[in-house]
């Protein structure tokens, strides 16, 4: 035992001083390379000084540790510096650093340090840790939230109350709910009540392609829904006891990026005679773009609705090949007219099937109209041996209806390959990345607001737009709210599609690979967004100095100049935000009564490259409809997406993730939830949404209970108790959040992924919050079949 004590004391300072000396090479190399690209001397510095602080250790010399010490503290007064006392951009910079001080300090008195001076310096590292967190604990403790508007009242019949009857609450996609029985101040007692199995679970094959992004509907008695593979369900909405289920068999190489049903439409015919077969009836689009339509009661086919109870909306497309049409999102319904987009599969090929969006009959399923927006003189289905024109813009999302103007609104997302716009014709740039208001009786556009011009960075609608009646000097104005993916939100009148708050175009960076197509200015809106400050050098981050450096080096190797930095190929460029916004799917709550906008949000780049056509067809990259093997398989939408029929396809780094870790690139907070003044515009609060616990580096979980602000799909909802409920975050939690100060109140883990919107109802006097656990393929959390309903004692 005394030798084995004396060999680790002559081995102790060799290991120190070889991983102070190893760690310290590797930060002098790096920055070196970052020094030539024009970045941060620190790590060079940083890098030679440990690079002597452990050769001196090594040799059992006590200087090397004052050296360390130097470093520490000019480590220490360099990240105050570049980030003040903001809690997550310290971590890199300090943690390593200060976990490396502590065998520093345990060999001091090995090679001949004093032990009285080695004490002193124990005492002050714990002076430095227990000071240093006090004050990054205060220093990131939150602002207050701004007072609440005063009540204005604008309640309606037209919101959600006991029952939930349409995707977004109602057709007016407000995400409210009069019912107030849950508050901040009971919350605490909220429990599950029950759980729900829809059996509907992924295949091998389809392992990785599944999100169960769902929110079911309530109407009487019953909850009704769909799972990601398109079964339908019904179940008692006080017990969670399923009633029917039917299953329209969709084979899974009908897939597209993603196995999901955000929603179902339930419809009450006019016409309806008690007691007849589908009088109400649930309707549902498929993966393999059919329309479903049966009783609300009993589950079985409406014979009446087209053949045997469903229509192919495939019609007139010409040739689709699996997976490249679908239809993900609920259906709307304005004047017995059922409007329908579909999802064609991104970044395929330019020649991809139409986008267009086509209204049926409720009732009969016959179609009354097709808008194809290449082709205005076409009312229907196209001339035998003709087709929709392919690669237009499509609606992958769910519209809005306006049952008193008779106005649906599509918010639509670009055309068939998002980071080329050469091809693209007048019509589409016209229409691309566009709310378009369309009359439901003739399917023609009424107006149309553009948020992006020739867009080239996949920032399509993807939010439903929110009905509102917006306060105005003279009265309140019939208006909606559209959230953008870049994180801008406007405010249109929905009679005309005038913004009712300024719009400013702005100058925005030209050049790219084609410099010609370049808008000059985009529209920004000057009400509100939810886009943070443009990214700098100090933005990168890591879980230690030497990540961090690495994300710096591919920062500063990147093109970035800003907001809409357009696609190049012989270098990457940075997008931010990226493709998942800003406001994805999720879309914004509104409070009509206390006149409030409640945004959840995320805040990471894209780190992308246009891959030139050559590079791309030696990899393989084809397109869906050419694909070689298993068409299931892939990464993230866009990681070697290969655009076919142009001069490139597009490699997509989604977040922005380092190779060997998985951490972000970007510093954290990642995904927010915010409170906006729908008066004025103004931030009441803003939030980080999200705590780490399933997020960490090598895919390896922190179970930190600590709120990072994660990434997050699905939407909120607000209520008129004062509570808002958001799960959304790769942290499996759901959450009630008090609407007065942005403070978490309740949560609960979800037995999978929370990526959909909750909804609330009332059953015999009882209200109910019900989510979709099911977990996301994208989002990287636990899969689950589980519907899980919460209510109060």
């Not at 017995?336 to 009732?363: K, T």
């Not at 392919?390 to 599509?410: H, I, K």
């Not at 014709?425 to 691309?432: G, I, M, W």
Request: aromatic fraction near 8%.
């Amino acid at each position: 035992m005394a030798l084995n004590r004396t060999g680790w004391a002559k081995a102790f300072p060799l290991i120190v001083g070889g991983v102070l000396a190893l760690i310290g090479a590797v930060l002098l190399v790096g920055g070196f390379t970052l020094i030539g690209l024009g970045g941060s001397p620190y790590y060079l510095l940083a890098g030679a000084g440990l690079l002597i602080s452990g050769g001196m250790i090594a040799m059992r010399r006590a200087l090397g540790v004052w050296v360390y010490l130097g470093v520490f503290v000019a480590t220490l007064l360099w990240a105050l510096w570049e980030v003040g006392l903001q809690g997550w951009p310290l971590v890199p910079r300090l943690f390593a650093p200060l976990v490396l001080l502590i065998p520093v300090l345990l060999v001091f008195p090995r090679i001949g340090g004093d032990r009285r001076t080695g004490g002193t310096l124990w005492a002050a590292l714990a002076a430095l840790v227990v000071v240093g967190g006090i004050g990054i604990y205060f220093a990131n403790w939150g602002d207050e939230a701004s007072p609440l508007p005063a009540p204005s009242g604008m309640i309606t019949d037209r919101e959600a109350g006991g029952d939930w009857p349409a995707y977004g609450g109602t057709y007016g996609a407000r995400r409210y709910s009069t019912l107030n029985q849950i508050t901040p101040e009971n919350v605490s007692g909220l429990k599950a009540v029950w759980t729900a199995r829809t059996r509907d679970l992924p295949s091998a094959r389809a392992r990785d392609k599944y999100g169960a992004e769902t929110t079911p509907l309530k109407v009487g008695d019953s909850l009704y829904l769909c799972t990601p593979k398109n079964i339908l369900i019904a179940l008692d909405a006080a017990s969670g006891k399923e009633r029917w289920r039917h299953d329209p068999k969709v084979a899974d190489d009908w897939i597209p990026y993603t196995a999901a049903c955000r929603g179902v439409v339930y419809y009450a015919s006019p016409q309806a005679v008690p007691g007849r077969a589908c009088g109400t009836r649930i309707i549902e689009g498929t993966l393999d773009a059919r329309l479903i339509a049966v009783d609300a009661a009993t589950g079985q086919r409406c014979e009446g609705f087209g053949t045997n109870g469903e229509v192919d909306t495939k019609l007139g497309m010409g040739k689709v090949a699996p997976g490249m049409v679908s239809i993900t999102s609920a259906p709307t319904v304005v004047r017995d007219i059922l409007v329908v987009g579909h999802q064609i599969l991104d970044g395929q090929e330019r020649n991809a099937p139409s986008g267009v969006v086509q209204g049926f009959d409720a009732r009969t399923g016959e179609l009354k109209w097709a808008w194809d927006l290449a082709r205005p003189d076409l009312t229907g289905l196209p001339p035998e041996g003709q087709e929709f024109t392919r690669g237009t813009p499509n609606m992958w999302t769910t519209a809005t209806g306006d049952e008193q103007l008779g106005l649906v609104y599509l918010p639509l997302g670009n055309s068939a390959v998002d980071y080329w716009s050469g091809s693209r014709t007048p019509p589409e740039n016209q229409y691309a990345t566009s709310l378009v208001a369309l009359d439901v009786t003739t399917g023609k556009p009424a107006w149309t607001f553009q948020t992006v011009r020739k867009d080239v960075w996949d920032y399509d609608l993807g939010s439903q737009a929110t009905l509102v009646d917006f306060p105005t000097a003279a009265g309140p104005a019939p208006a909606l709210v559209l959230p953008s993916k870049q994180g801008d939100i406007y405010i249109l009148d929905r009679r005309t599609g005038r913004p009712l708050t300024a719009v400013q175009d702005r100058p925005v960076p030209g050049g790219g690979v084609e410099p010609a197509q370049r808008a000059r200015t985009q529209p920004h809106s000057l009400y509100h967004t939810l886009r943070k400050a443009d990214l700098t050098e100090r933005s990168m981050w890591g879980m230690s100095p030497i990540d961090q450096m690495l994300c710096r080096i591919q920062f500063r190797k990147a093109d970035y100049r800003g907001f809409y930095t357009p696609p190049i190929a012989d270098a990457h460029y940075v997008e931010y935000p990226g493709y998942n916004g800003g406001s994805d799917w999720g879309g914004v709550a509104v409070d009509p009564v206390r006149g409030i906008i409640v945004a959840n949000y995320n805040d990471m780049p894209n780190y992308n490259r246009l891959v030139p056509r050559a590079e791309a067809d030696a990899k393989g990259w084809t397109p869906r409809s050419q694909a070689r093997g298993d068409t299931l398989k892939g990464g993230a939408e866009g990681a070697g997406d290969p655009q076919a029929g142009t001069p490139y396809a597009i490699q997509v780094n989604a977040g922005w993730r380092m190779p060997f870790t998985g951490l972000l690139c970007k510093t954290p907070p990642y995904g927010g939830i915010r409170a906006i003044d729908l008066k004025t515009g103004q931030t009441l609060w803003d939030r980080p949404l999200g705590t780490a616990r399933n997020n960490g580096p090598f895919g390896i979980p922190s179970m930190l209970p600590v709120e990072i602000g994660a990434p997050n799909n699905g939407g909120a909802v607000v209520t008129a108790g004062g509570l808002v409920f958001v799960a959304a975050a790769t942290d499996d939690l759901i959450r009630a959040i008090d609407l007065r100060t942005g403070r978490t109140v309740w949560s609960a883990v979800l037995p999978g992924g929370g990526q959909a919107t909750p909804m609330t109802y009332a059953v015999n006097g009882r209200q109910y919050l019900v989510i979709m656990a099911g977990g996301h393929h994208f989002m990287e959390t636990k899969v689950s079949d589980a519907l899980v309903a919460y209510a109060l004692p």
